[in-house]
């Protein structure tokens, strides 16, 4: 496998993203210190706790906010917890949401294919990291452009994020993370610095699993045609994104999974804490009748982004069922 990767970025070198490469090379080192100061005990108890939790909230930015509110429009949100959820983006390093979101439609609508973002038939590695050490090619780049992304360019926090991610972004996933665990509890520079990378990598790694592995290994229980599977292992390691079959089949269910009472779905109970509270409505459930009729049709190779993709039928429409709606709310 090492060989193969050697030998297509050799193929590929007018296209490598130099920038993210020494990012991700460099990182790993710094990690695998992390790692082993952590189980030597070198480490003190505050300073994983800390990582953890901020880790936690970083991953819900994607799996909430930027997969499941803004890619797929699967829930609405108010204010309070679009303006939580980018100020969490901000503690994990990958894009600006409004362009995460377009890219990820991108995957959606073009799947398998040459346009798509992080296509799984480059290989496992590329799925999982190696297109993020590359140049987009031209059809994801021409493609790209026809998706509608009109409502990400139309929203006054995206816009804000995008503006000023450079400048925040920074303070979020490197900086600020250092630098309280040395001034609250005294912690080392090399472990607080150390863990925070071991924890932004752990966080990438999990992301990674969703395009690589949830592709490759699992069931397809619901549409037998395409490469995204359902499994356990991956859903519990990235707080409910692992069921991927389900999740391709209908983009715009909220849940992501067809088991209501799923345990290792966090993300799917954090937006119904939201919703309880008011801050989530318009939440997106797939009825059993349309899953149903799916799993029948398993032919039906239809590619969408999420709610109010043009090629979503009819029927799909009419058998999502809405919770917590409010009706004086676009």
């Known amino acids: 496998m090492i060989t193969d990767i050697i030998n297509y970025y050799r ?5 490598l993203v130099w920038k993210n490469i020494v990012l991700l090379i460099g990182f790993h080192p710094i990690g695998f210190v992390g790692l082993i100061r952590v189980l030597i005990g070198a480490v003190k108890l505050n300073t ?5 939790v901020i880790g936690l909230l970083g991953f819900l ?3 909430a906010g930027a997969h499941r509110l803004w890619s797929h429009r699967s829930y609405k949100a108010r204010w309070p917890l679009r303006l939580m959820l980018v100020c969490f983006n901000f503690l994990l390093y990958e894009n600006p949401i409004i362009h995460w979101a377009r890219d990820h439609r991108t995957h959606h609508k073009f799947s398998d294919t040459d346009a798509d973002p992080h296509d799984p038939r480059r290989g496992l590695f590329f799925a999982h990291l190696g297109w993020a050490m ?8 021409e493609k790209g452009k026809t998706i509608d992304q009109s409502d990400l360019n139309d929203d006054p926090v995206l816009k804000w994020q995008e503006k000023y991610y450079m400048v925040f972004m920074p303070l979020g996933t490197f900086i ?13 520079f090399v472990n607080a610095y150390c863990v925070n990378i071991l924890r932004y990598l752990i966080c990438l790694h999990m992301h990674g699993l969703i ?13 037998r045609l395409i490469r995204p599977t359902d499994g356990l292992t991956v859903c519990a390691l990235t707080l409910g994104e692992g069921l991927h079959n389900f999740h391709h089949t209908f983009p715009w269910d909220y849940r992501c999974a ?18 309880k509270i008011g801050w989530a409505y318009d939440l997106k459930i797939t009825s059993e009748e349309v899953i149903r009729k799916r799993i029948a049709r398993t032919g039906d190779k239809t590619h969408l982004w999420g709610w109010g993709d043009k090629d979503q039928t009819a029927e799909e429409f009419r058998g999502t069922i809405i919770v917590n709606s409010d009706k004086k709310i676009d």
């Open 11 to 15: 193929q590929n070198k007018k296209l």
């Open 48 to 52: 994983i706790i800390f990582d953890y």
């Open 61 to 63: 930015s994607l799996s």
């Open 134 to 141: 590359l140049k987009k090619k031209p059809e994801v780049l």
């Open 176 to 188: 600020l993370p250092t630098v309280i665990p040395m001034y609250y509890w005294n912690e080392t």
């Open 211 to 223: 395009n690589s592995v949830a592709h490759y290994y699992g069931d397809r229980p619901y549409d």
């Open 258 to 275: 067809e088991l209501g009472t799923f345990a290792f779905n966090t993300t799917k109970h954090f937006i119904e804490l939201c919703a």
